[in-house]
């Protein structure tokens, strides 16, 4: 990688990206643009960023350094430059510029940095980038910064928070950007990160994957996380081939030192690491594994849409499926019947929906993959008061698939998500790339629009058309992942 010639500047964006993961920003300034994968998570949060933005300043913004000039209330689009350590070039785009009382360059006002919260707390990315935000917008308005304002939320429940942006906070901006010039200098990109968990919501996803696979990484290895892997890199265990060639119970007596906790996991990890590396599966036990299919008269495959910030679970899925009465099923007559759960029809409404549904096929057990749809269900029964009876009647007839194919398999796979193992077992969903976010997306933007009157009614109608696809397949994938085990001797 030649790295010669003038620096670049060090953008926000890129700082943003190195808080989150060093290799992250190397890939964003190096790595080919032909390998990044368009995300739905940047486009979710640019959207909550636009409600919450229009909650505190209802009039539209002002654009750049006109706008500044002028005393706009809000300010979008100004680009602020300036110089970091070692005289290295920065530049920012602050999200939004809220004016304030003081005295600046333009005039007796000042303005301060906004920044959108993800989630429910402020996390150090955020901090740091509002704290560069706040040094450069000091220099270009020559008045000094000493707060930025945090919002989250919308509507009345929008959340202000002052953030200080104290000398603590401008070391640790400092240091941040000396390590990330490091990081770009150097020819190759920074490690994977350890917490593969991070790697969900990151555009460069694909490279690394392809990466961790081809090296064996540890974290390739369904149960391993970031601090385990810490913990047996202590230990010399560097890769997958290395964690299945190990002995059991030699590594629980290492693994020991760390909690009694971790002794346990020891024969699980690396019998998962022999599983993987022989990439064949594992039978666990024996016996049934879907005893409840046996004579069932047919199945209910049941997926929950959820927005999880609005706790909204807003829509319930269900494919139903017969059974043909001679140990076969009659897969090409399934059909799929979502039920749309609006807010502001009322939660009523829906479990009356729900137990007309489930009263249609007394018989018949309710297949779901994970947890959500039992605890969703179990919760909303309770909350609108069903009987005990009634409430252990519906777990009686929920089986969670996931929960089954762990007892009894132990399969060569990195997760036992549905979308790993449904995708080991061959099962295509229909509609390529997607995924929860990019479902979310679509939810968010139809109700945007059916709040607004469903002015846009061709697309809003194609939009729904997209989630319910999308939901339909989870139940499908399901469906394969219980066809594989039924077929197994
Ligand atoms: S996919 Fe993971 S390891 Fe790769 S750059 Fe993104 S966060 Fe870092």
Same mark, same amino acid.
């Given at each position: 990688? /030649?790295?010669?010639?003038?620096?670049?500047?060090?953008?926000?964006?890129?700082?943003?990206?190195?808080?989150?993961?060093?290799?992250?920003?190397?890939?964003?300034?190096?790595?080919?643009?032909? /390998?990044?994968?368009?995300?739905?998570?940047?486009?979710?949060?640019?959207?909550?960023?636009l409600r919450s933005f229009q909650t505190l300043l209802p009039q539209r913004p002002g654009h750049g350094e006109a706008a500044c000039a002028a005393g706009?209330?809000?300010?979008?689009?100004?680009?602020?430059?300036?110089?970091?350590?070692?005289?290295?070039?920065?530049?920012?785009?602050?999200?939004?510029?809220?004016?304030?009382?003081?005295?600046?360059?333009?005039?007796?006002?000042?303005?301060?940095?906004?920044?959108?919260?993800?989630?429910?707390?402020?996390?150090?990315?955020?901090?740091v980038v509002l704290?560069?935000? *706040?040094?450069?917008?000091?220099?270009?308005?020559?008045?000094?910064?000493?707060?930025g304002l945090v919002v989250a939320g919308e509507g009345r429940f929008l959340q202000r928070e002052r953030l200080a942006l104290a000398s603590g906070l401008q070391h640790q901006l400092d240091e941040s950007l000396q390590r990330l010039a490091a990081d770009l200098a150097q020819s190759t990109p920074p490690p994977l990160v350890s917490d593969r968990k991070k790697c969900t919501l990151c555009s460069w996803r694909g490279v690394c994957d392809k990466e961790a696979a081809a090296m064996g990484h540890l974290s390739e290895v369904s149960g391993i996380g970031g601090k385990r892997r810490e913990m047996l890199l202590e230990q010399g265990v560097t890769s997958l081939p290395d964690l299945a060639a190990r002995d059991p119970e030699l590594l629980a007596e290492a693994l020991a030192a760390y909690g009694e906790q971790h002794r346990e996991i020891a024969a699980e990890l690396v019998a998962q690491a022999r599983v993987q590396a022989s990439g064949l599966p594992q039978r666990l036990g024996c016996g049934p594994v879907l005893p409840e299919l046996a004579a069932a008269p047919g199945v209910l495959l049941y997926d929950i849409e959820s927005d999880?910030?609005?706790?909204?679970?807003?829509?319930?899925?269900?494919?139903?499926?017969?059974?043909?009465?001679?140990? *076969?099923?009659? /897969?090409?007559?399934?059909?799929?019947?979502?039920?749309? %759960?609006?807010?502001?029809?009322? /939660?009523?409404?829906?479990w009356q929906r729900l137990q007309r549904l489930l009263a249609r096929y007394p018989d018949w057990p309710v297949l779901h993959y994970g947890e959500t749809e039992v605890i969703g269900l179990v919760r909303l029964a309770q909350r609108q008061g069903a009987s005990e009876a009634e409430v252990a009647r519906l777990r009686g007839r929920m089986v969670d698939v996931h929960a089954r194919l762990r007892?009894?398999?132990?399969?060569?796979?990195?997760?036992?998500?549905?979308?790993?193992? %449904?995708?080991?077992?061959?099962?295509?969903?229909s509609q390529k790339g997607v995924d929860g976010a990019r479902c979310l997306l679509w939810w968010r933007q139809w109700r945007q629009w059916h709040r607004q009157g469903g002015s846009r *009614?061709?697309?809003?109608?194609?939009?729904?058309?997209?989630?319910?696809?999308?939901?339909?397949?989870d139940s499908l994938a399901t469906w394969a992942v219980v066809r594989w085990l039924l077929a197994q001797p």
């Amino acid at each position: 990688m /030649e790295c010669s010639g003038p620096e670049p500047a060090l953008t926000d964006r890129l700082l943003r990206s190195w808080l989150r993961c060093r290799r992250r920003a190397w890939l964003d300034r190096f790595g080919l643009a032909s /390998e990044r994968q368009w995300n739905a998570h940047r486009a979710l949060a640019l959207s909550d960023q636009l409600r919450s933005f229009q909650t505190l300043l209802p009039q539209r913004p002002g654009h750049g350094e006109a706008a500044c000039a002028a005393g706009a209330a809000g300010v979008v689009g100004l680009r602020l430059r300036g110089a970091g350590p070692q005289g290295v070039g920065l530049e920012s785009h602050p999200s939004l510029l809220e004016r304030i009382a003081g005295q600046s360059r333009w005039g007796a006002y000042a303005y301060r940095p906004v920044l959108a919260r993800q989630g429910r707390r402020l996390t150090r990315e955020a901090r740091v980038v509002l704290a560069l935000w *706040g040094r450069l917008l000091a220099e270009h308005q020559q008045a000094p910064v000493p707060h930025g304002l945090v919002v989250a939320g919308e509507g009345r429940f929008l959340q202000r928070e002052r953030l200080a942006l104290a000398s603590g906070l401008q070391h640790q901006l400092d240091e941040s950007l000396q390590r990330l010039a490091a990081d770009l200098a150097q020819s190759t990109p920074p490690p994977l990160v350890s917490d593969r968990k991070k790697c969900t919501l990151c555009s460069w996803r694909g490279v690394c994957d392809k990466e961790a696979a081809a090296m064996g990484h540890l974290s390739e290895v369904s149960g391993i996380g970031g601090k385990r892997r810490e913990m047996l890199l202590e230990q010399g265990v560097t890769s997958l081939p290395d964690l299945a060639a190990r002995d059991p119970e030699l590594l629980a007596e290492a693994l020991a030192a760390y909690g009694e906790q971790h002794r346990e996991i020891a024969a699980e990890l690396v019998a998962q690491a022999r599983v993987q590396a022989s990439g064949l599966p594992q039978r666990l036990g024996c016996g049934p594994v879907l005893p409840e299919l046996a004579a069932a008269p047919g199945v209910l495959l049941y997926d929950i849409e959820s927005d999880p910030d609005a706790r909204d679970d807003f829509l319930h899925g269900f494919v139903v499926l017969e059974s043909d009465g001679a140990g *076969g099923w009659l /897969e090409q007559s399934a059909r799929y019947q979502p039920l749309l %759960a609006l807010q502001e029809h009322g /939660e009523q409404r829906l479990w009356q929906r729900l137990q007309r549904l489930l009263a249609r096929y007394p018989d018949w057990p309710v297949l779901h993959y994970g947890e959500t749809e039992v605890i969703g269900l179990v919760r909303l029964a309770q909350r609108q008061g069903a009987s005990e009876a009634e409430v252990a009647r519906l777990r009686g007839r929920m089986v969670d698939v996931h929960a089954r194919l762990r007892r009894h398999w132990r399969l060569p796979v990195s997760s036992y998500g549905l979308k790993t193992v %449904a995708g080991w077992l061959g099962f295509a969903w229909s509609q390529k790339g997607v995924d929860g976010a990019r479902c979310l997306l679509w939810w968010r933007q139809w109700r945007q629009w059916h709040r607004q009157g469903g002015s846009r *009614g061709q697309a809003s109608r194609y939009q729904l058309q997209r989630i319910f696809l999308y939901n339909r397949d989870d139940s499908l994938a399901t469906w394969a992942v219980v066809r594989w085990l039924l077929a197994q001797p």
